[in-house]
């Protein structure tokens, strides 16, 4: 699978070009890590599956990758205690019947089990995501954002915990190691919501309208939660456009 550029800022051009195949560029890795940037929801089922078969990906990458998460609200609208479960939720916010909204869950559920991952829809919260994506910048700041995002992930869809409200993510938050009571003064002063919404608006310059969405060295697209291979794949022709356009004019003589 090849990359796509998003649209936008970064935007230009159908695609990556066919991967170099000269042994003196394409083989050799490049010296920087491949920037990803991820624009994800916590409350997004796809984007736990997406992360763990990027992870899949980049262990088998012979390279070096540097991840950063961004901020994308599925539902801004939805309150933070939302009252009924996950099929209540997406029944009336899709418009889908019950019966065929737990037969999607059911089917999530079996290809989060093939990634390794335990889904609980039935214990799950449903809940506004926009302090937990303040917690995600707070926890940036301080070199923790992606430990921080697996703990949301794991304590939203495997262990019904609640990811909406002050006090329950300050508490996940000091198990990854920040302080709990600066995650607290940060989030009741909405001190990072300014990054949540400038992450929002680089998803519109991007032409970003779902996730997971993968940036790959700020011009490359992947959407959805690909297969391990079609990560492999794009990581591997964006290393080898780098490592080409670091060669010397003509190649070595």
Known sequence: MAARRPAGNAAGGAG?????????????????????????????????????????????FDGEVEVEYHSFELSPDTPVDFEGDEVDFL????????????????????????VGLAYDFGS?????????????????ARGL??????????????????????ADLAELAAEVGLDHDEVVEALETDRHLSDVRADQQQAQA??????????????????????????????????AELAASAAPAGGDR
């Open 145 to 166: 954002q992606l430990e921080m995002t697996e703990r949301l992930l794991a304590a939203y869809f495997v262990e019904g915990r609640h990811v909406g409200r002050v």
């Open 16 to 60: 990556l070009g066919p991967v170099v195949t000269d042994p003196t560029t394409a083989s050799a890795p490049s010296a920087a890590p491949i920037k990803i940037d991820v624009w994800s929801d916590i409350a997004c089922p796809w984007c736990y599956i997406g992360k763990r078969k990027f992870e899949d990906a980049a262990s088998r």
């Open 91 to 114: 029944s009336k916010h899709k418009g889908m019947p019950a019966d065929q909204v737990r037969g999607m869950l059911d089917q999530v559920t079996g290809i989060a089990a093939e």
């Open 206 to 239: 991007f032409g970003i309208t779902g996730v997971p969405f993968f940036v790959l060295e700020g011009k490359y697209g992947i959407s959805g939660a690909q297969a391990p291979e079609a990560f492999l794949a794009a990581l591997e022709q964006v290393r």
């Open 124 to 140: 799950l919260h449903h809940t506004n995501t926009v302090l937990a994506h303040q917690l995600l910048h707070f926890a940036k």
